[in-house]
């Protein structure tokens, strides 16, 4: 079964960082697109960023770029976003995501196969 699991939300106040991470079990995504989602109360899911199998090519959102910094370590089978100077608008709950292709294709911003439960970010003002 397979199972991603997100750690490291939590509170903190505008113009602070926080770092995400993913442990996938049950099967390996080295060789996999993976990638984040959010979504913020009452509001629809919305991309975040994603990183194909080896790391080599990165897609972010827009309202993202130069905050966000997506990474992953094959070895551990774990996907990590480091958030950077973050703003009240980042709360959300932050999804990890994973799916079966191995090069990056626009359709992945709309969705991916499978997803964790996710962890909750506070920011405050």
């Known amino acids: 079964q397979v199972q991603l699991v997100e750690s490291g939300g939590g509170l903190v106040q505008a113009g602070g960082s926080l770092r995400l991470s993913c442990a996938a079990s049950?099967?390996?995504?080295?060789?996999?697109?993976m990638g984040w989602f959010r979504q913020a109360p009452g509001k629809e899911r919305e991309f975040v960023a994603a990183?194909?199998?080896?790391?080599?090519?990165?897609y972010y959102a827009d309202s993202m770029k130069g905050r966000f910094t997506i990474s992953r370590d094959n070895a551990e089978n774990t996907l990590y976003l480091q958030m950077n100077s973050l703003k009240p608008e980042d709360t959300a709950v932050y999804y990890c995501?994973?799916?079966?292709?191995?090069?990056?294709?626009?359709?992945?911003?709309?969705?991916?196969?499978?997803y964790g439960k996710g962890t909750l970010v506070t920011v405050s003002s």
């Open positions: 995501a994973a799916d079966t292709d191995r090069y990056l294709l626009p359709t992945h911003q709309k969705g991916m196969a499978y």
């Open positions: 990183i194909t199998w080896s790391g080599a090519n990165i």
């Open positions: 049950g099967r390996t995504f080295r060789n996999n697109v």
